[in-house]
């Protein structure tokens, strides 16, 4: 079973080859500006390094949020494209599980992208990626409230939240993460969009000007 992984949900650019859960080619380009014109010569480069061609991917694992509004789109299309056009499956990710993929030494890990204005998106996983608390946008006072004070947590984000403490950066296992998805069930690819997990501010401010 070959896999195509792709995430352009943040400023990194992440693009896995895999054989069942077991990396054979990947590569990982950090703060990146335009991921449009990198994606796909990163997959050709990928395919070409491992000898594979692309009609012998089989399922294609997305990232689709939440994240950056360009990014997500950029990943999810090129995604769909690759399935639509060559009948493969394709799965979407959350990007919160895959920060949650990184080592921890806690009973739980709390993935945090910074949404500003003191909210963030988060979840709450255990060491099996189990979501104990559901993906969502919240604030960081709110999210606090929910912990539990007789469990130990680590937070992970890329993003520097100086009033968080125990506080790593990520370094994803897309192995892991690939293991438990491998044998997820296959949906209608049309149905695989971005997860922004919020409205954008346009959407916001349509939102208050009809309600006006």
Not at 38 to 44: A, D
Not at 45 to 73: H, Q
């Given at each position: 079973m070959i896999s195509l992984f792709i995430d352009t949900s943040s400023f990194n650019l992440l693009v896995y080859l895999l054989k069942d859960d077991k990396v054979i080619n990947?590569?990982?380009?950090?703060?990146?500006?335009?991921?449009?014109?990198?994606?796909?010569?990163?997959?050709?480069?990928?395919?070409?390094?491992?000898?594979?061609?692309?009609?012998?991917?089989?399922?294609?694992?997305?990232?689709?949020?939440?994240?950056?509004?360009?990014?997500?789109?950029?990943?999810?299309?090129?995604?769909?494209?690759?399935?639509?056009?060559?009948?493969?499956?394709?799965?979407?990710?959350?990007?919160?599980?895959?920060l949650a993929t990184t080592a921890f030494n806690t009973d739980y890990i709390i993935p945090v992208i910074d949404a500003r204005r003191g909210y963030v998106y988060a979840g709450v996983y255990d060491k099996n990626l189990n979501n104990i608390l559901k993906d969502q946008y919240i604030s960081l006072n709110d999210l606090f409230s929910k912990l539990d004070d007789d469990r130990t947590y680590t937070f992970v984000s890329y993003d520097d939240m100086l009033n968080i403490e125990n506080l790593i950066k990520p370094n994803e296992d897309v192995s892991k993460l690939i293991n438990k998805h491998q044998n997820d069930s296959q949906i209608n690819i049309h149905n695989v969009n971005p997860n922004y997990l919020k409205r954008t501010e346009a959407e916001e401010k349509l939102k208050n000007d009809k309600i006006c």
């Open positions: 990947s590569c990982k380009l950090e703060k990146i500006k335009s991921h449009s014109t990198l994606v796909l010569p990163e997959i050709k480069r990928r395919l070409n390094e491992a000898n594979i061609k692309i009609n012998d991917i089989d399922n294609i694992y997305v990232v689709n949020g939440p994240g950056s509004f360009t990014g997500l789109r950029i990943g999810v299309t090129i995604a769909k494209i690759i399935g639509y056009t060559l009948n493969k499956r394709v799965i979407p990710i959350s990007s919160l599980e895959l």
